[in-house]
């Protein structure tokens, strides 16, 4: 099971940070992402990390903003998110999926993930 959390309403500008943390013993074993959905638009790609955190992908759209990170030991994956825009309110959801080859070249795609969390709401006032 994987519960977000860290949400909530900030200015423009502003940073927070999400955490998404994941039941199980083996956490380690599963490469993380982060997506959000903002009202009447799909789901997008945010983040994602490697099972041992060495690499990390971003969308454009948040790269250098955005910042992915995980602790195994801890089974937890952030997502700290700062210089936020408006355009950022959105519901944001982690995932998880086992390791794979083709990760490299799938990270980004929702269907790669078997495993989601319930989301939780970034508001970002202009």
């Known amino acids: 099971q994987l519960q977000a959390c860290g949400g909530g309403l900030v200015q423009a500008g502003g940073s927070l940070r999400l955490s998404c943390a994941a039941s199980?013993?083996?956490?380690?074993?599963?490469?993380m992402a982060w997506f959000r959905q903002a009202p009447g638009k799909e789901r997008e790609f945010v983040a994602a990390?490697?099972?041992?955190?060495?690499?990390?992908y971003y969308a454009l759209s948040v790269k250098g903003r955005f910042t992915c990170s995980r602790d195994n030991a801890l089974n937890t994956v952030y997502l700290q998110m700062d210089s936020l825009r408006p355009d950022d309110t959105a519901v944001y959801y982690c995932a998880a999926t086992p390791l794979s080859a083709t990760y490299g070249d799938t990270h980004s795609r929702a269907y790669t993930y078997d495993y989601w969390g319930p989301g939780t709401l970034v508001t970002v006032s202009s």
């Open positions: 990390i490697v099972w041992s955190g060495v690499i990390t």
């Open positions: 199980g013993r083996t956490f380690s074993s599963y490469n």
